[in-house]
């Protein structure tokens, strides 16, 4: 480690901490339908929409109408997709001739891509035309995107108002967050990503020869669209096999330092939001600070292990770190961090294989996705994954001094701590249930490329990034076999909806509350004490579901490699 390392640690923090507010204050201003500066020119393209869909801006739903609006708006995009991807071989711009993706990997990339998961078991250059890239993959990070925005909005008007049937309207919600927050932060972005040297074009791939006189087909397309808004959306599919690391991508230390701050930028300016709304800026600030306490913990230990090395290579005199899986133009400290942004924003992007970490460097964005991506988080799904833990968090306090709990003037009662603990509880099934079934089965056991505790890290890693709806890999797992593709669907889809539900039955009981003025009993949750009994609660649920799974895995083959044991490929 060095002092460089720490002060491009400490840029990237402090750059999020400038950006929190200032997104915050614009966000609020968005969804509470006030002027803005771009008010004059996409106000008329607004009511336009809403005139087109039918849609009365002024006209709320209630937690169950948001709800079903949000499921049947994905089911339809769950079929455009599934019917772009099965017909790519027939429509237009596909230079390259793509064929039909087939069944089961439609059905996985389908999902994945509405879920805001982005899991990928095909590469992207290889198996997708242009069009299937753009009106497919693009198209669906922006609704997915706008989709967890809004469902983070409906839970913080839940706690902001106050004896409310309604918690927003979810047609309105996704409008303007696409209109005047996502493409706005999009189009210069994909400019500056062009400028940085990300294609952008419709053309067919370029052949080249190399100096030995071989030919080389250089794939290229509409790539800085899509990277834009996979790395400010939090989706992370990336136009390229290789991803992040891949230079077409990513090809500079300019482009991967701006990558990984819009990947936080909206999911922080969130916890602004919230504090604005339930009129407490510092609660929103708690939630940050507990929410960075997690990420820098995360972020010292992988860039210590990765900054160690391995023993069996310190022990011959090769010291330096460890570089296999990363790429030069970033070196240790980059990707390093790039590695826990990614996995506590639920993005998936990566600029270095996962797979190829130390056995603590590849833990700690495995424990970022186990903990239900709250560290941030998902654009919106970090927001109210957090929230969902701060409900539990005040259900604790209130046992200890033996007093109902209250959290923003709302009390917290049996019915919100049900369907807080259910949103929670339903990820680990998924994470844990899938990897017991996938190490038991030959088949299954077949596709990991390594033995021992690092193959069943591979397996684990797949199964919990698929229910986070984060959609990184560990890169060692072969994923596009039927079963895979349909469990690694499942997963994706009761992480992402089977979440949702028990958020929205929440902050519709919530909204319906009255508002319980603070008294000398009221427990403080803008403090010290506060963030430090909500990391505790979030560290203790996650340490007693999935350490026993870490156990078998990432921390075993720590103390093999220590003890000098290897397993052969």
């Known amino acids: 480690m060095t002092p460089n390392g ?12 400038a950006l929190t507010p200032l997104l915050g204050g614009y966000m609020t201003r968005v969804f509470a339908g006030e002027r803005t500066f771009l008010s004059p020119v996409l106000r008329p393209i607004e009511g336009a929409i809403f005139a087109l869909g039918g849609v009365d801006p002024k006209r709320e739903q209630t937690w169950l109408g948001y709800t079903l609006a949000m499921l049947l708006f994905h089911v339809a995009g769950f079929l455009i997709l599934y019917a772009v991807l099965r017909l790519q071989d027939l429509l237009p711009l596909n230079p390259q001739e793509m064929a039909a993706v087939p069944p089961d990997l439609s059905l996985n990339t389908a999902i ?38 809004a469902l983070a909005l409906a839970l913080i008007r839940g706690f902001s108002r106050a004896s409310a049937q309604t918690v927003g309207n979810f047609w309105v919600d996704v409008t303007r967050c696409t209109l005047y927050v996502l493409l706005p932060l999009c189009i210069p972005y994909t400019l500056f990503l062009v400028w940085q040297g990300i294609p952008q074009t419709l ?39 290789a991803n992040a690391a891949h230079p077409f991508e990513n090809p500079t230390a300019l482009s991967n330092f701006v990558q990984m701050n819009s990947i936080f930028a909206l999911g922080a300016g969130l916890t602004n939001v919230f504090g604005r709304m339930v009129g407490d800026e510092r609660k929103g600030w708690a939630i940050l600070a507990a929410m960075g306490v997690i990420f820098v913990a995360g972020v010292a230990v992988t860039y210590w292990a990765e900054a160690a090395g391995t023993p069996g290579l310190n022990a011959l005199g090769l010291t330096g770190g460890n570089m296999e899986g990363k790429e030069l133009r970033f070196g240790i400290v980059a990707s390093a961090l790039f590695a826990v942004i990614t996995t506590a924003a639920s993005c998936g992007a990566v600029n270095a294989m996962h797979d190829s970490f130390t056995a603590l460097g590849g833990m700690i964005p495995l424990i970022n996705m186990e903990l239900g991506e709250i560290i941030v988080g998902g654009v919106g799904a970090g927001m109210y994954g957090m929230l969902l833990f701060v409900v539990v968090a005040m ?88 079963f895979y593709n349909v469990t690694l669907a ?80």
């Open 203 to 241: 053309g067919p791939y370029v052949d080249a020869t190399t100096l030995e006189g071989a030919k080389q087909t250089i794939a290229v397309g509409p790539v800085a669209s899509q990277v834009a808004i996979k790395m400010l959306g939090t989706n992370g599919g990336g136009f390229f096999n």
């Open 395 to 482: 259900f604790v306090a209130g046992l200890m001094v033996g007093r109902t709990p209250e959290y923003a003037g709302k009390k917290i009662e049996a019915k919100e701590v049900k369907m807080a603990m259910l949103a929670i509880l339903v990820l680990p099934l998924m994470m844990l249930g899938w990897t017991a079934v996938a190490t038991v089965l030959p088949g299954t056991v077949a596709a990991i490329s390594n033995p021992g505790p690092h193959g069943f890290s591979e397996i684990l890693y797949a199964f919990t990034s698929a229910t986070a709806n984060n959609g990184s890999a560990f890169a060692g797992l072969s994923g596009n076999t039927p």
């Open 490 to 569: 499942v997963s994706m889809f009761i992480g992402r909806f089977m979440m949702i539900v028990p958020a929205m039955a929440l902050a519709g009981s919530l909204a319906a509350k009255k508002t319980v003025p603070a008294s000398a009993g009221t427990f403080p949750t803008h403090g010290g004490l506060f963030v430090g009994l909500l990391v505790g609660v979030i560290l203790i649920v996650g340490g007693l579901t999935f350490f026993p799974a870490l156990a078998l895995g990432p921390i075993v083959e720590h103390l093999a490699a220590v003890a000098g044991q290897t397993f052969g490929g």
């Open 112 to 149: 994945s891509f509405i879920t805001n998961t982005n899991w990928q078991n095909y590469g992207g250059e290889s198996t997708l035309s242009y069009l299937a890239q753009m009106l497919g993959l693009t198209h669906q990070n922006f609704l997915s995107a706008a989709t967890g925005i």
């Open 6 to 17: 720490w002060i491009q640690i400490a840029l990237f923090c402090a750059i999020i901490l």
